[in-house]
């Protein structure tokens, strides 16, 4: 039987990750914030900060114990669910990047070209303004804010950053020894239990040399977790390296792929960022240049603005499979029956998404899903795929395809 049983979709972390990060991002953040935002809007900036603070406190109310402990619950309940043994169990830790939620995003170039040319700034700020016809003094008031929030994120990044250059907020470096730990503590003599992936946002700075360390097929991290939806367009100029590297080295991409997601109302997001389409200038350039890029479309668009919008994404990560080897998708997230009911219709009736689809659970995200609890998520999946072989499909042929 190839492979082991694997949860190719989870997040294991607690509430020490969300309140250290948390607190980095009210700290500081919101210094840079109200630059970024239309005059007048700083009281209402200030009100949605406490919104997310109290957001947090009510999760890491439900996130107590250790992530070691999160785990095992969760191997626990896999192998329990689906009758293998719990040695027989691999998951897949999705490391999380939130503290740039708040700021402004990276974006992709207004001319795409996945090597883009670079150009002085003032050459860049100066083309954007003669293009959305600023006045002369609009230009000034821009130039004057571009220099503030430069000054306060230089600021900030000087009683952050390490001697190697990497920006490190408290929250983010102990999940990412947390999850380097349980990589080490968890495959031991190649026998391989936990492939953390490591989350990569290029607006913080060094994180392509911080990947290129610890990112490898023998890990500690075994690849890379992207959140377009937290402020990160897949066509941004940042995270062309990333692709490169990955291409490069066999190194699997999964990427958030949802309408839904982080950040949580009352912050919209960038949603928009999310939809498949975004990549395809990435996929096409590099196999112009014969390079393959292994990505997963993470939760096969389980929710959409609208379900004309859904379908359209599904339809696009479709495309993209047929077009492109590399393109893999997951059902992570499927918290109801009528959700896994959804899929399988779908799944059953199409043979190369049978080739690329992989199985996840979306722990711990799951445990505070407001649709259905924890309890009946796994029951759901062993109910719906029944027939001989097809949770085997999802929960080992594939992940031992994409991993591999």
């Known amino acids: 039987m190839p492979g082991k049983f694997t949860d190719t979709h989870c997040h294991i972390f607690n509430k020490d ?19 970024a ?15 997310f603070w109290t957001w947090l406190i009510n999760l890491a109310k439900v996130l107590i114990d250790t992530p070691r402990q999160n785990m095992d619950e969760l191997v626990k309940a896999i192998s329990s669910t689906f009758a293998v043994n719990a040695g027989d169990v691999a998951v897949t830790p999705l490391a999380m990047d939130i503290f740039f939620m708040l700021h402004p995003p990276a974006d992709k170039p207004r001319l795409f070209s996945f090597l883009t040319p ?4 003032h050459a860049v700020l100066a083309e954007v303004m003669q293009e959305l016809k600023y006045s002369e003094d609009e230009l000034k008031e821009a130039e004057e804010h571009i220099k503030k929030m430069a000054q306060s994120h230089a600021d900030i990044q ?8 990497f920006f490190s907020t408290k929250g983010y470096i102990d999940h990412f020894n947390t999850l380097k730990q349980i990589s080490e503590d968890s495959n031991r003599n190649g026998d391989i239990k936990a492939r953390p992936f490591l989350a990569v946002d290029p607006r913080r700075q060094g994180i392509a040399d911080f990947m290129k360390k610890y990112v490898s097929a023998k890990g500690p991290f075994f690849g890379v977790k992207l959140y377009p939806r937290l402020g990160v367009h ?12 990955c291409a490069d080295n066999n190194i699997p991409i999964i990427t ?6 982080f950040p949580i109302p009352p912050f919209k997001g960038y949603p928009q960022f999310t939809d498949p389409a975004n990549f395809e200038p990435v996929l096409k350039g590099l196999k112009s240049r014969g390079k393959k890029l292994k990505i997963d479309f993470a939760h096969f668009a389980c929710n959409g603005e609208t379900p004309q919008k859904k379908q359209q994404w599904r339809d696009t990560i479709l495309e993209l499979m047929e077009n ?3 393109v893999y998708t997951d059902v992570s997230a499927y918290s109801t029956p009528d959700e896994v009911n959804d899929i399988y219709s779908v799944w059953s009736a199409d ?21 259905s609890p924890w309890g009946t998520y796994l029951p759901n999946f062993k109910n719906k795929f029944n027939k001989p072989g097809e949770m085997d499909q999802l929960a080992r042929v594939v992940p031992n395809r994409f991993f591999s």
């Open 17 to 35: 990750y969300l309140i250290e990060e948390g607190w980095a991002i009210i700290t500081n953040t919101h210094k840079n914030v109200p630059l």
């Open 37 to 51: 935002i239309a005059p007048g809007a700083q009281a209402a900036q200030r009100l949605n900060i406490l919104s």
């Open 118 to 121: 670079k150009k002085p700034a």
């Open 158 to 165: 000087s009683v952050f950053t390490d001697k190697n250059g």
């Open 234 to 245: 897949p066509q941004a100029a940042g995270l062309m390296p990333v692709y490169e590297f």
């Open 256 to 261: 958030h792929t949802n309408f839904d997601g």
């Open 324 to 326: 492109y080897e590399g």
């Open 351 to 371: 043979p190369l998404l049978q080739q690329r689809t992989m199985f996840g659970t979306d722990f711990d995200i799951i445990l505070v899903s407001p649709a």
